[in-house]
């Protein structure tokens, strides 16, 4: 199998068409309205990191609409909440500052793109104002935004992603079972997925 090396073999099998002068001019250094308004809409982004060695990560984090705080325009500030305390995208950062942000709005196809640098800070007052129902974030990562950018809904399109006629059953995909089967579990599936059930009941915020 032969494999793509360099920039100009990439350029010679995407010659056509070019970028267009729009694709282009939309990357923007800060957050104008626009961006902020949809942050302020969006549940749910993904952040993709990795580590000196160039170890990579993807991780999601989504809360109520507007979870992640629109500081400044050049900063955006996004609560860590109770997890499965891997830290992977946290350890990444206390390594390598840079991200990608990729942040969705249930039923839009197209998304907004924002890279830039990380750093983790345990700032009383940011916990507060970032608290639900009174619980704060264990941490908060603040990134300062380097491009900013909406991306195109193709890939959105073609999936399909929000049409619900589109999506599987639950029932052929049962988690219990997955768990039980990837981790050697004695527990039932059933009794995984109680399990499971009732750690979400506590663990959200």
């Not at 100009?8 to 282009?24: A, C, N, Q, W």
């Not at 500081?71 to 955006?76: G, H, V």
């Not at 039932?188 to 499971?196: I, N, P």
Request: aromatic share 6%; with cysteine; charged share 30%.
């Amino acid at each position: 199998m032969e494999f793509v090396t360099t920039r100009e073999e990439l350029r010679t099998i995407y010659k056509t068409p070019r970028p267009t002068d729009g694709s282009i001019r939309k990357e923007l250094k800060a957050l104008d309205g626009h961006s902020r308004s949809f942050i302020g809409k969006s549940p749910f982004v993904l952040i993709g990191s990795s580590d000196r060695a160039g170890n990579a990560d993807v991780t999601p984090k989504g809360d109520r609409p507007g979870f992640a705080a629109v500081l400044d325009e050049k900063t955006i500030a996004i609560p860590d909440r109770p997890g499965n305390n891997r830290l992977d995208t946290l350890e990444n950062i206390l390594l390598n500052p840079s991200v990608g942000l990729l942040f969705l709005i249930p039923g839009m196809n197209e998304t907004l793109r924002v890279n830039g640098d990380a750093r983790i800070t345990v700032n009383a007052a940011l916990r507060e104002r970032l608290a639900v129902d009174g619980k704060e974030p264990q941490s908060v990562v603040l990134v300062t935004v380097k491009a900013a950018y909406m991306h195109c809904a193709k890939a959105f399109m073609r999936s399909d992603l929000w049409k619900p006629e589109t999506w599987y059953d639950r029932a052929t995909l049962p988690l219990g079972q997955i768990l039980r089967d990837q981790l050697a579990l004695a527990d039932s599936a059933e009794a995984t997925d109680r399990w499971l059930d009732e750690e979400y009941k506590h663990t959200m915020w």
